[in-house]
């Protein structure tokens, strides 16, 4: 599976932004994903998870009730929907998915078997 996120960009304090992560290579519907992000200095961290179905999801305390995670199988596509956002959240945000045929993962960046390239979000206060 490869993994290409987009959506990052510069925005002000209380804005909102959506991250794309676009799959390829292999049936996406069989696969739990998660977004992770790593600040300057910072190490990696979880900030949601979602399965294969979609009808499993967690949250970071960080970020619960400002950001969703949704995933459209069709599409082969898994979104972060960002919103209230805070110069805290300023941030590399990487896509990542579990190995074939696991349907539910958690925060642990070792669950994830891909990984994306990253796609930066800027907050400016």
């Known amino acids: 599976v490869q993994l290409q996120a987009s959506g990052g960009g510069l925005v002000q304090t209380g804005g909102s932004l959506r991250l794309s992560c676009l799959a390829s290579g292999r049936t996406f519907d069989r696969y739990a994903s998660a977004w992770f992000r790593q600040a300057p200095g910072k190490e990696r961290e979880f900030v949601a998870t979602?399965?294969?179905?979609?009808?499993?999801?967690y949250y970071a305390d960080s970020v619960k009730g400002r950001f969703t995670i949704s995933r459209d199988n069709a599409k082969n596509t898994v979104y972060l929907e960002m919103s209230s956002l805070e110069p805290e959240d300023t941030a590399v945000y990487y896509c990542a998915a579990t190995a074939a045929y696991t349907a539910v993962a958690g925060t642990s960046l070792s669950e994830y078997h891909y990984w994306g390239q990253g796609t930066l979000v800027t907050v400016s206060s």
């Open positions: 979602i399965s294969w179905s979609g009808f499993t999801i």
